[in-house]
């Protein structure tokens, strides 16, 4: 039976095994779980689908989240890219698309696959999204990836956190670039140790990365951080198909992600009391929500001290 962990573990054992971590995981997760890897495999497949049906949906004209404070941009990128226009190539363009399309209909409250959290969830369907699409990769491919993601998350949600509110965003959107950048790398014929090297480079990567979430909301700047999310997990997945190793073992990268989040102050881990949510204009989309004191961190008008009549 596997711990999860540790990432050394995963790709130590496939490799001794001549197999890929998705199938040990698989294999793992079947004897656990005493479900047949048939079973295990459909509710993957049910997954993707809903995966992919939230980037068709979020890709649409007309998304805005239930608050107004966003919406529409990857209906808007979504026409860059049919233009021509993009800028970094049908890969990444159609990645980055991907991933605010589903960060933009979580926050319309649609049906989205948490992986490994709401706030991350657009990293990991962007990437395999833009593969399935650009690349051609067989879609039972990517399914089974998914197998490798969760082993992935499991880990570091095991030994350190996957939840902004104590680790921060580098635990969120850290684990899900994670979680992708190791898919990335199994889809396209890289080893189980190309694979950790791929989530170490993510992870350090991202060290420090706080969250801070304007008015509480999983939108500003949430949405954007997934599209920069996936970029990392290419960049990642490329260093390490191309045989470039992290200097910093994975597991010990983990322990520093742990490090980390631990060390950064309560402002910083989802209370929406410091970075971006207490600027000008984050208090001031705080008030356009909620109106004259927010229910989560009771702050009136910077300017009148009261109703925000002075336009502040």
Same mark, same amino acid.
């Given at each position: 039976m596997l711990s999860y962990?540790? @990432? *050394?573990?995963l790709y130590k054992t496939a490799e001794a095994q001549h197999k890929r971590i998705? %199938? @040990?995981?698989? =294999?793992?997760?079947? +004897? $656990?779980?005493?479900?047949? %890897? %048939? +079973?295990? @495999?459909?509710? /993957?497949? =049910?997954n993707l689908t809903a995966m992919l049906e939230a980037i068709e949906n979020g890709s649409k004209p007309g998304v805005k989240s239930?608050?107004?404070?966003?919406?529409?941009?990857a209906y808007r990128?979504? $026409?860059?890219?049919a233009e021509g226009k993009h800028l970094c190539g049908?890969? /990444?363009? *159609?990645a980055i698309q991907m991933a605010m399309a589903v960060s933009e209909i979580n926050a319309a409250m649609g049906k989205i696959v948490a992986t490994p959290t709401a706030g991350s969830c657009g990293i990991l369907p962007g990437a395999l999204g833009a593969l399935l699409k650009v690349h051609g990769i067989p879609q039972k491919e990517v399914v089974l990836s998914l197998f490798t993601a969760g082993a992935v998350g499991m880990v570091v949600a095991n030994k350190a956190s996957i939840a902004g509110a104590s680790g921060g965003c580098q +635990?969120?959107?850290?684990?899900?670039?994670? /979680?992708?950048?190791?898919?990335?790398? %199994?889809?396209?014929?890289g080893t189980p140790e190309m694979a950790a090297h791929a989530v170490a480079i993510t992870l350090k990567c991202i060290l420090g990365l706080v969250c801070d979430p304007v008015a509480g909301l999983v939108e500003i700047p949430c949405i954007k951080r997934n599209a920069s999310g996936v970029t990392l997990a290419f960049t990642a997945a490329e260093l390490a198909l191309a045989g470039i190793?992290?200097?910093?073992?994975?597991?010990?990268t983990i322990e520093s992600l742990k490090r980390v989040g631990d060390g950064l102050p309560a402002s910083l881990r989802e209370t929406a009391q410091g970075g971006l949510a207490i600027t000008p204009t984050g208090q001031a989309f705080e008030r356009q929500v909620f109106g004259t004191r927010s229910p989560l961190t009771g702050s009136p008008c910077?300017?009148?001290?009261? #109703?925000?009549? #002075?336009? *502040?």
């Open positions: 962990e540790s @990432i *050394n573990e998705r %199938e @040990i995981v698989l =294999e793992d997760q079947s +004897a $656990q779980l005493e479900q047949p %890897e %048939e +079973a295990l @495999i459909r509710r /993957m497949e =049910e239930t608050s107004g404070l966003t919406g529409g941009d990128l979504k $026409q860059t890219i049908d890969l /990444m363009s *159609n +635990a969120e959107c850290g684990t899900a670039s994670a /979680m992708a950048a190791a898919c990335i790398v %199994e889809l396209l014929g190793k992290s200097a910093i073992p994975v597991d010990e910077n300017t009148c001290g009261s #109703c925000g009549s #002075c336009g *502040n």
